[in-house]
């Protein structure tokens, strides 16, 4: 009985896992075109035409030059000066600061939580595999002894 319940089970299961699933619904008024012929496709695409280069196009397209270092000794006080007040007058950069820093502290907390799933997941899977290692022990009767000679 058990056996005939086990392979119903795995029966089920299986054609529950490969049965046809129908992702979205088609609308009442929708229908399907026919596949289209050779002719119809080369009729459709022959207009498809390709362009020639037209100009031309320079070497360098990005100016690659670091921008140069400044002589004058107040340019770092009023650049200092203007980012205070950026970050202090602006709500949204407030805001944008605020987000910034509660990620850097989840990131600074490790990857505890992860850990702690891996680890769910492995002891559950060590449980369901001895689950059915003492099952199959109970239910799988022992196998004789005996011994055939291979006859080639």
Known sequence: MRKILLSLFVTTFAGFCFAPVQLHDQPENAHRLPAATEGDLQRQQGNQKVLGEVGTVPQQTEDHTSPSATNDPGASGVLGQAQDRLDHNDPKAQQVL???????????????PMLYMGGLFLLVGFGVVFGFRQWANKAVPEMPDVEKKVSW
Do not use: D
Not at 98 to 112: D, H, I, N, V
């Open 98 to 112: 605020q987000a910034a820093e509660k990620r850097l502290e989840q990131e600074k907390q490790g990857p505890m």
